[in-house]
């Protein structure tokens, strides 16, 4: 016979905690609401397979479905116009002003919605590997699926740690089930996500994707590392060589190859997507990672595939009803199926996630479906700045509903959505510390070879752009012969060991003409031209002379 549910919990373990919890204080809650305090997985699962559609996968993962939003709300993210930041954000689409009467508002809603829930689940954690400069962060939740996808996104404490955690220095309530006032003043849906500088907190309503609390976070790195510690963040991965000790940076958007190339079975792998520079090297601001799942098979991606296991939270996945095993090529709920796990779950990892040494080589990667930038070309430090700010990549077929052929695609830093800052101002300090510590840098395009991905091009097979990866790290690829490449003004290396030579160069390797490749490169470089002027206000000589010249 099944106990009865409430002899099955164990009120006395340490991390499941009673009534006393001084979050019940600070929510002022009734003592009927029982508190689940940094609750560990098992219990977490038990709770999560109470809330519905909840199941557990063949391979042990905890499947949760984040309703009707599948993804993040840029549109509804705003940041409160208050006396202590505005004048150091960068305001404008990516980040919305709200003013502090709808702020209390909306904190009130969600609070209120929270105070009515029978059970809150608490998750206390770190972001940042450096204790000199992570952050204490407090997650207050309805949902166990919630709870569970933090717990494994931020950075676990030590029991000790955990015993003498003391008062949060960020706090996130999470009552996405229950919808924002479209009534207040700048409300333009049902969905919101503020975040507030001042009070060091964030809240969500009408919107249960996860992820937007992994994103709020990074977004609060981006505002705290540059203006209190004068610390670099960025959207990046990261890895780090087993003999060498050097340190890569790889910066891309979706699918050029991010976190694919950072996974170098030759290389440890410090974090896939959220890394923070500072005097003392880098490190990791977060304990897990947050996978694509889409298309995920054991021999494409088999680190991330045995990473579902127990443990693991995966989101909006299709699966056999009776065998529960995950059809990850299907995508009729959303592209964007995904799963988070602990770092420790990828055998690579180096564990603490951080580098005592300066980065060697910067990677920002690309994948132009035009077939008109080289597969690899190296940087000066005003192109490193000019390219980091456009952030360009080709947004591919079937990734957006409406997108039916590859288009142009720019974001700043290759993160625009979460940055709070001028994106000058964090170009600016990636320029400087690649001069201080005299990195390479290299702009790797992942993408289309011979013509365009509309016109019949291939895209550079994969093996091709390991070994560049590779004459990159060995310092192979410093000492060959480079030219120039026109319009773009890049160096082009004319030979790399284990690379045709006749594909470095499009010139060479365009299969269509001249009157043809001319055309695809004119169009290129107008659409950079034409992206950079909402950047130009605030960008050097040097830098606005870095990019094409049509």
Not at 135 to 160: D, G, Q, S, W
Not at 505 to 522: D, H, I, L, Q, Y
């Amino acid at each position: 016979m099944v106990p009865p549910v409430a002899s099955i919990i164990n009120f006395d373990h340490p991390s499941i905690k009673t009534p006393q919890d001084p979050v019940i204080d600070q929510l002022s809650l009734s003592d009927e609401v029982l508190i689940r305090h940094n609750a560990p997985a098992p219990t977490l699962y038990e709770d999560g397979l109470l809330e519905k559609g909840t199941l557990i996968s063949s391979t042990g993962a905890l499947m949760a479905y984040s309703g009707k939003k599948t993804g993040r709300s840029p549109k509804d993210k705003r940041i409160v116009d208050e006396e202590t930041s505005s004048e150091h954000i960068w305001w404008g689409p990516v980040n919305k002003k709200v003013d502090e009467l709808t702020w209390k508002i909306s904190r009130s809603r969600a609070l209120d919605y929270l105070r009515t829930r029978e059970k809150l689940f608490v998750v206390d954690a770190y972001a940042g590997w450096d204790p000199r400069y992570r952050i204490k962060v407090r997650i207050i939740c309805a949902r166990a699926y919630h709870a569970l996808f933090m717990t494994n996104m931020l950075i676990r404490p030590t029991e000790e740690e955990l015993a003498n955690f003391g008062e949060p220095d960020f706090t996130i309530y999470n009552a996405g089930q229950f919808p924002a006032n479209v009534h207040t003043k700048g409300m333009t849906s049902a969905t919101s996500v503020e975040i507030n500088f001042k009070d060091m907190e964030m809240v969500i309503l009408g919107t249960e994707y996860a992820g937007e609390m992994k994103k709020g976070i990074f977004t609060v790195m981006f505002y705290l590392m540059p203006i209190r510690h004068k610390v670099l963040t960025l959207h990046s991965s990261c890895n780090q060589g087993t003999e060498t000790g050097d340190v890569t940076l790889f910066f891309g958007l979706s699918g050029t190859g991010k976190t694919t190339l950072s996974a170098d079975p030759n290389r440890k792998l410090i974090g896939d997507d959220e890394h923070c520079w500072s005097d003392n090297g880098v490190f990791n601001i977060e304990g897990g990672c947050y996978a694509k799942c889409l298309d995920l098979s054991a021999e494409k991606e088999p680190e991330i595939f045995n990473s579902i296991k127990f443990g693991a939270i995966l989101e909006n996945a299709i699966y056999d009803p009776l065998t529960k095993v995950v059809d990850y090529n299907n995508a009729s709920i959303t592209e964007n199926t995904r799963c988070a796990y602990p770092i420790e779950f990828i055998p690579s990892a180096k564990i603490p996630c951080l580098a005592d040494t300066h980065p060697s080589n910067i990677i920002l990667l690309t994948c132009d479906a035009s077939g008109v930038l080289p597969p690899v070309s190296k940087l000066d430090n005003s192109q490193v700045m000019y390219h980091f700010i456009s952030g360009y990549t080709s947004k591919m077929a079937g990734t957006e509903e409406g997108v039916t052929e590859p288009q142009a695609t720019f974001s700043a830093c290759f993160g625009q959505p979460f940055l709070v800052l001028h994106p000058m101002k964090y170009a600016q300090q990636l320029s400087d510390k690649i001069s201080q510590h005299n990195a390479n840098a290299w702009l790797l395009n992942t993408g289309w070879v011979g013509a365009s991905a509309a016109r019949g091009g291939k895209r550079c097979p994969l093996k091709y752009t390991r070994a560049i990866l590779d004459a990159i790290h060995s310092g192979e690829l410093n000492k060959v012969e480079y030219e120039n490449f026109p319009t773009f003004n890049l160096k082009v290396p004319k030979s790399c060991p284990g690379v045709p030579a006749e594909i470095l160069n499009p010139t060479n390797a365009w299969t269509e003409g001249e009157a043809s490749f001319a055309k695809e490169v004119t169009g290129l470089a107008t659409k950079f031209v034409e992206n950079f002027k909402k950047y130009s206000d605030q960008a050097t000589t040097e830098v606005k002379a870095a990019g094409p010249v049509v």
